[in-house]
């Protein structure tokens, strides 16, 4: 069982930046690849950026290349999503989610991963 807390959501002017964080329990975190999805009103989960188990592989949706960059400590247990010039489109609820997989894959479904966390709002004003 793993379990995902994610925090550093909140409210930022259109071009700000964020850091979101989604800290895993156990020991078997470098088991995982991990993603970052989103879900904004209305609409649905979409990918966001996914990382392989070491790091040495990573992603993202188009509409994110060049703002977004993810990245994990496995030595913390933590994966991050630094988000830089924001727009209102970002405005979303963001789930960060654990997939156990092979070495270098990434998974860009969401109903391919195994756990989840709560996930944290992101609000980007105009």
């Known amino acids: 069982q793993v379990q995902l807390v994610e925090s550093g959501g909140g409210l930022v002017q259109a071009g700000g930046s964020l850091r979101l964080s989604c800290v895993a329990s156990?020991?078997?975190?470098?088991?995982?690849?991990m993603g970052w999805f989103r879900q904004a009103p209305g609409k649905e989960r979409e990918f966001v950026a996914g990382?392989?188990?070491?790091?040495?592989?990573?992603d993202a949706t188009d509409s994110v290349k060049g703002r977004f960059t993810i990245s994990r400590d496995n030595a913390k247990n933590t994966v991050y999503l630094q988000m830089n010039s924001l727009k209102p489109e970002d405005t979303a609820v963001y789930y960060c989610?654990?997939?156990?997989?092979?070495?270098?894959?990434?998974?860009?479904?969401?109903?391919?991963?195994?756990?989840w966390g709560q996930g944290t709002q992101v609000t980007v004003s105009s």
């Open positions: 989610a654990a997939l156990r997989t092979s070495l270098i894959n990434i998974g860009y479904r969401g109903n391919e991963y195994d756990y």
């Open positions: 156990g020991r078997t975190f470098s088991s995982y690849a």
């Open positions: 990382i392989s188990r070491g790091g040495g592989r990573t």
